[in-house]
T-cell receptor, first 115, second 116 residues
Framework: QKEVEQDPGPLSVPEGAIVSLNCTYS??????FMWYRQYSRKGPELLMY????GNKEDGRFTAQVDKSSKYISLFIRDSQPSDSATYLC???????????????FGKGTLLTVNP | NAGVTQTPKFQVLKTGQSMTLQCAQD?????MYWYRQDPGMGLRLIYY???????DKGEVPNGYNVSRLNKREFSLRLESAAPSQTSVYFC???????????????FGDGTRLSIL
């Protein structure tokens, strides 16, 4: 089983739809959870960052973490054509006392929002 | 704001050639990273530099070398390119060392490298 699983899609929705993007993970040492957005031929950009279980909201975006189920989600409300991109989940352990760390990315979900 | 700048944006090499990918950041960040992104594989860490003067291996370091030239610049070298190194290479930086919890990484726009 891979450490982080993310459905690659593609996912196509009409403008205004609510989008749900998900990742599951197997490593219980992951403590920090991030969502990155990557437009075509661009680098990833950080969208949301969470630590604890629960919800975090930022405008139209809501990140949800359920550590007991090892499941994270990103919800996009009132989706816009400009939201069309690949969304990458990323997770991080913390190895205290050393310089090593582990940031693991999902493979990304390609989202298209149709006008 | 330039952020993280990578050069070149595109490159085609022949097997066995060498090449250095350049990366510079203007955010006064301490830590820098090199990733490769392949279809179906996601982003994988090649090397990182927690601070000026230090470098460490990531998940896929074989066939690569790095140099942290100064605080701003972190280069990735392919000594003898192989077709398996065809990929999109991303450089990233973060303000503090990677073992701190809440350090988002800022990415450049990538170098698309093809090796024939």
């Amino acid at each position: 089983q891979k450490e982080v699983e993310q459905d690659p899609g593609p996912l196509s929705v009409p403008e205004g739809a609510i989008v749900s993007l998900n990742c599951t993970y197997s490593n219980s040492a992951f403590q920090y959870f991030m969502w990155y957005r990557q437009y075509s031929r661009k680098g990833p950009e950080l969208l949301m960052y969470t630590y604890s279980s629960g919800n975090k909201e930022d405008g139209r975006f809501t990140a949800q973490v359920d550590k007991s189920s090892k499941y994270i989600s990103l919800f996009i409300r009132d989706s816009q054509p400009s939201d069309s991109a690949t969304y990458l989940c990323a997770m991080k352990t913390l190895n205290s006392g050393g310089s090593n760390y582990k940031l693991t990315f999902g493979k990304g979900t390609l989202l298209t929002v149709n006008p | 704001n330039a952020g993280v700048t990578q050069t070149p944006k595109f490159q085609v090499l022949k097997t066995g050639q060498s090449m250095t990918l350049q990366c510079a950041q203007d955010m006064n960040h301490n830590s820098m990273y090199w990733y490769r992104q392949d279809p179906g594989m996601g982003l994988r860490l090649i090397y990182y530099s927690a601070s000026e003067g230090t470098t460490d291996k990531g998940e896929v370091p074989n066939g690569y070398n790095v140099s942290r030239l100064n605080k701003r610049e972190f280069s990735l070298r392919l000594e003898s390119a192989a077709p398996s190194q065809t990929s999109v290479y991303f450089c990233a930086s973060s303000e503090r060392a990677p073992d701190y919890s809440n350090q988002p990484q800022h990415f450049g726009d990538g170098t698309r490298l093809s090796i024939l």
